[in-house]
């Protein structure tokens, strides 16, 4: 169960709070990636634990965003020339 939460002045802007963790905690947060968000640091899911939550939902939405994650994966995966 997720709890979505949107910022009404700007719907792009949404967190979802989990009711109940879909992972083990601990091995999330020693996952997460941490990205600056106006100077301070964030942690959120790493994109392959975004994939397995998104799969395990199952939702069409869901379905979608894991084929857009992996293609971003896999962006990430090439090695740069």
Sequence with gaps: ?????????????????????????????SRADVIDLNGIGVRVASIDDLIAMKRDAGRPLDLDDVSHLERIRAKRLKPSR
């Design 1 to 29: 169960m997720v709890f979505p939460m949107i910022d009404r002045k700007n719907p792009m802007r949404s967190v979802d709070l989990f009711a109940r963790y879909p992972l083990d905690f601990d091995a999330l947060w």
